[in-house]
């Protein structure tokens, strides 16, 4: 029985995860810019990883490096002019932890009021809201 959970279970993150990606690369695709090819390869590869992938662990890891890889990326589509930057650290660890830029504030903002909403929704089936995703 608790396989059968377990795979369930890491299916449902593998396809989270695909999805999110594929999302990503589409955004990065349609900017049409050529400095972005290596970005877009490296999520193409993980993405095909991701798909064929039955271990949780390796899903943890490649989120994290994916992770990393986007919004190193992601913060150099803006102006330097508007002064943004990556804020760098280690979790919990951050001394950098609040954003100070307009693009990390309304992220923040936008993030926020998506997790409010989704919340309010898991909550009336009786699901716990605060559980992580990717915990067991």
């Not at 400095?35 to 990883?49: E, M, P, R, Y």
Request: charged share 20%; glycine share 6%.
């Amino acid at each position: 029985m608790l396989l059968g959970i377990e795979r369930k279970s890491c299916t449902c993150k593998k396809n989270l995860m695909a999805a999110k990606l594929q999302s990503q690369t589409t955004f990065l695709k349609s900017l049409d810019r050529y400095d972005l090819n290596d970005v877009i390869t490296g999520l193409s590869q993980n993405l095909a990883k991701v798909n064929t992938s039955t271990n949780t662990r390796y899903l943890l890891t490649a989120q994290a490096r994916v992770g990393h890889l986007y919004f190193r990326t992601y913060v150099k589509l803006f102006p330097t002019r508007d002064g943004i930057y990556l804020r760098r650290g280690r979790g919990h660890l951050m001394n950098d932890r609040y954003a100070s830029d307009v693009i990390n504030l309304l992220s923040n903002f936008g993030y926020s009021v998506r997790a409010a909403e989704i919340t309010k929704f898991a909550s009336d089936p009786r699901l716990n809201p605060y559980y992580g995703f990717m915990q067991r």
